[in-house]
């Protein structure tokens, strides 16, 4: 894993004035021929020197081998999504067999074992972000990527295949912004350059955007991190061979059984939802570790600020993946205002209360709100069954400001019911 130099770090702190790099011109292509590991060291060199794309680059290969690394350890083990006819039907899903792995050949794992993917998972991102931050420095960028191209090799066979692209990682993202899925029909979306009939997909990433790709790597390495934090071992026990069926978990060779109520794999898939909430009362191990999960969501806040300050500093406007007031948006008819900035802000402020113990959460049976913080600060355990009904969430109520839907007014007002969108848009 590369480390920052002294040089570097110490170019978060100078304004420096570089011109573009090597690396930044190669950087796209690379992307798409899955080379960009080949100029690691040379992209290390040039972001040592203050060059603002190198640095970006150095982020997106650790964002990629992020992802390729903890994607071909799940698919090492055998990973898969839970299943089950009662299920399958439920969701429109068909009547088909409980899921197997799509390795073949799934190697055992441990609980050990899944500690150490999703720690070197969250090391990799946080490294990314680093690298992210240190690309807003010195003279501007723009670099073109097309997502549809980045290939990705999540499954470790040496190849990327056609539906393993970065375009798959920012699926949720792509859903709201009408970027088409890698095997999906082109969009409707902008067209800045080109003929009407080809549609450019492209995005102009620049230093805002890196700073937005800094956010994106702390907002997906926090549930790892949140997680590390505790003992989950009863629950990777009990439940995790039904994400792991052929990786010798203590109860995989009990995921059919006799008949209870149902079928024998639907009546034994219930049995092991309540065994995952019978041992969901996970304990604190790292209290460390969790006060951190809590300095990790202020930054994503910090991040997001300092991202529209640069998005509302910009005069150019090209392929811009978050646009501001004064830029054409990615999003079709969903133009970024002044009113859309200052509301998301305001929820900006809001959520910083509410981290900092200021603004308290509602729990549905007491008129005190609950203090996020304290339990950031002082948990011993994390029980969801007795937070959400009540007991566990006792050590954590005071009286307070209680966050309701006039506190996020703003956002309501502006956003609506396609706030989830917005969140994941603007990060």
Request: charged share 20%; glycine share 8%; net charge negative.
């Amino acid at each position: 894993m590369r480390g920052f130099s002294a040089a570097a770090l110490a170019a978060l702190l100078l304004p420096a004035a570089a011109s573009a790099s090597e690396v930044g011109d190669q950087l796209a292509q690379r992307l798409y021929d899955g080379t960009l590991a080949e100029i690691g060291d040379l992209a290390l060199q040039r972001c040592d020197e203050y060059n603002a794309d190198a640095c970006f680059a150095l982020g997106m290969l650790d964002l990629v081998t992020a992802y390729e690394r903890t994607a071909q350890a799940l698919y090492r083990h055998g990973a898969t999504a839970p299943n089950s006819p009662a299920m399958a039907m439920l969701f429109g899903m068909g009547l088909d067999a409980p899921a197997r792995p799509a390795n073949p050949d799934p190697e055992p794992l441990t609980y050990q074992g899944l500690r150490d993917i999703l720690e070197e998972f969250a090391s990799l991102l946080d490294v990314a972000r680093g690298h992210f931050e240190m690309a807003d420095m010195g003279t501007g960028y723009v670099i073109p990527i097309d997502p549809l191209k980045v290939r990705i090799d999540l499954d470790g066979n040496g190849t990327a295949e056609p539906g393993e692209t970065l375009a798959s990682l920012l699926g949720p993202l792509g859903e709201f912004t009408d970027i088409p899925a890698p095997d999906g029909p082109p969009p409707s979306g902008k067209r800045k350059t080109g003929p009407e009939s080809a549609p450019d997909l492209t995005i102009g990433f620049d230093n805002a955007d890196a700073i937005w790709l800094a956010g994106y790597s702390t907002i997906i390495s926090t549930p790892a991190e949140l997680l590390l934090a505790h003992d989950f071992s009863e629950f990777y026990d009990a439940y995790l061979h039904r994400v792991f069926p052929e990786a010798d978990l203590p109860m995989q060779d009990y995921s059919r059984g006799g008949t209870l109520f149902m079928d024998p794999d639907s009546d034994t898939f219930i049995a092991d939802i309540i065994a995952a909430i019978h041992t969901a009362d996970f304990p604190v191990t790292d209290a460390a570790r969790l006060a951190g999960v809590r300095e990790r969501l202020l930054s994503i806040t910090a991040l997001s600020r300092k991202n529209w300050e640069l998005i509302l500093a910009e005069t150019d406007d090209d392929r811009e993946l978050l646009p501001g007031p004064q830029q054409t948006s990615l999003v079709p008819d969903t133009p970024v205002t002044q009113e859309t900035v200052a509301a998301w802000l305001a929820t900006l402020d809001r959520l910083d209360e509410i981290l900092n113990g200021e603004l308290l959460l509602p729990h549905w049976r007491f008129k005190q709100g609950f203090d996020l913080k304290a339990y950031f600060d002082t948990a011993t355990e994390t029980d969801l069954v007795m937070l959400f009904t009540g007991l566990g969430a006792l050590p954590y109520l005071k009286d307070g400001p209680i966050a309701d839907a006039q506190a996020f007014a703003d956002a309501n007002r502006v956003f609506g019911d396609n706030w989830p969108g917005f969140a994941l848009w603007f990060n």
